[in-house]
């Protein structure tokens, strides 16, 4: 029987050197997309799959991401008196509990999970990378928890990639696939493209089991000369089962300047109240 999960990890220590100047003072996971900032779309996301508990690993710089989730008195007040309650409840805190550890060293994905160790516990749990957007409904970590309930295990995000990209990212090598989930026999982080066991790439969404600590808390190096979460998880297999979803949705690698873009326009387009201006905005620029 799969294990219940009611905590997610939010790994947002990074700099954001790709948003420079923009991300100089402003944590890149606080940059709108459209009116609401990144981070928030994945605590939702979370909270819609049932999370109650979320941790956010942050660094220097980062308290006004932590603010957003807390109450701000003055300016709820001042709504409640101007009676525009549409703008009061978009800026009440998520329901659930906040909490926030700071990651002292920028040593990787699998260092900023290991920070979380306490917080878990003996308990499997989510993690949820902000720069990754879903479009999706239901939410990419619903979705999730569907395959997971069937299987049980670490189960992954996945999508197909095309194989000059295998590079970016962890991959599957895949023993099973029925076009929806793939068990995986082995991961491999950032492959040579000529040498990836697959194109289907892991992208930032997880349920993991507590396991993985045995693994992280060995602090063993890999690609980029970073503590690889991909390493920890491939040692996993064979102990734990492992598998791939191919959720149902639109993934917006808001990492870089043109997915950011691309993500503020898909958003943008999916709303009743900006739509149709969008679309007539965008026939002055072909």
């Not at 516990?121 to 993690?127: I, K, P, W």
């Not at 999508?159 to 989930?181: F, N, Q, S």
């Not at 892991?202 to 808390?217: A, N």
């Amino acid at each position: 029987m799969a294990k219940p999960i009611h905590k997610a990890i939010f790994p947002v220590a990074g700099r954001g050197t790709r948003f420079l100047p923009a991300a100089k003072v402003l944590a890149k996971e606080m940059f709108p997309i459209v009116d609401k900032p990144l981070i928030q779309y994945a605590v939702e996301e979370a909270r819609d799959a049932g999370i109650g508990e979320f941790l956010f690993i942050t660094s220097r710089g980062k308290a006004a991401l932590v603010d957003h989730f807390d109450h701000a008195v003055e300016l709820e007040q001042a709504l409640r008196e101007r009676g525009d309650e549409k703008a009061l409840q978009s800026v009440l805190p998520p329901s659930g509990r906040i909490f926030s550890t700071r990651q002292q060293e920028p040593l990787g994905l699998g260092h900023a999970v290991l920070c979380a160790r306490e917080f878990v516990g003996d308990e499997a749990f989510a993690v949820l990378l902000a720069d990754d957007l879903i479009l999706a409904e239901p939410g990419c970590l619903k979705q999730m928890m569907g395959a997971y309930e069937e299987v049980g295990g670490n189960v992954v995000a996945c999508e197909d990639v095309p194989r000059e990209l295998t590079c970016r990212y962890g991959i599957l090598d895949v023993a099973k696939d029925d076009g929806r989930l793939a068990r995986a026999r082995g991961l491999v982080e950032k492959p040579d493209p000529a040498e990836a066991p697959s194109t289907l790439s892991i992208i930032g969404r997880y349920i993991l089991q507590p396991e993985i600590f045995r693994y992280l808390e060995r602090r063993e190096v890999g690609a980029g000369n970073e503590i690889q979460l991909t390493d920890s998880l491939a040692r996993t297999i064979g102990e734990i089962p492992f598998h791939g979803l191919r959720f149902q949705g639109k993934r917006f690698d808001c990492g870089n300047n043109l997915g950011f873009l691309e993500a503020n326009l898909a958003f943008a387009l999916e709303r009743q109240d900006l739509g149709p201006r969008v679309r007539e905005m965008l026939k002055g620029y072909r």
